[in-house]
């Protein structure tokens, strides 16, 4: 299974319709989910939980995957790139307790393909 085209809506809307990445070249509005933390090829479906996916746009999709490590860091630093832990259900973990940093500066802790939670709630269960 891969991210099916009804998550990604959801998670894009979730997200407020924009690309977080804001990248240069960006469109502006999103068109699909990135991974935050890659699940490469053969990966596990565990990473394809929407609390590991957030909008984006796919010229931006495209230049995280190519990220040097200057800009690698910098998606490290917003939430939008998540190293990979020890397992999958591991790796899920670290992403669910990494929050992303939207356009406006805000960070949220992602929680499913809708819900979003601002770090001044904490951490979700
Ligand atoms: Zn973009």
């Known amino acids: 299974m891969t991210v099916t085209v009804a998550t990604k809506k959801a998670v894009i809307e979730r997200d407020g319709g924009f690309c977080l990445m804001a990248l240069p070249g960006c469109l502006g509005e ?25 909008a984006v746009c796919v010229p931006c999709n ?38 992303v940093e939207y356009l406006d500066g805000e960070r949220f802790y992602l929680v499913s393909a809708t819900v979003r939670r601002h770090i001044s709630e904490g951490r979700p269960d």
């Open 30 to 54: 999103a068109q699909t989910a990135h991974h935050r933390a890659n699940r490469g090829s053969g990966g596990s479906t565990v990473l394809d939980d929407p609390a590991n996916l957030c």
């Open 62 to 99: 495209g230049a995280a995957e190519d990220a040097t490590s200057l800009l690698r860091m910098d998606l490290i630093e917003r939430g939008l790139r998540v190293e990979k832990a020890a397992t999958n259900a591991a790796t899920l973990e670290r992403s669910k307790a990494t929050p």
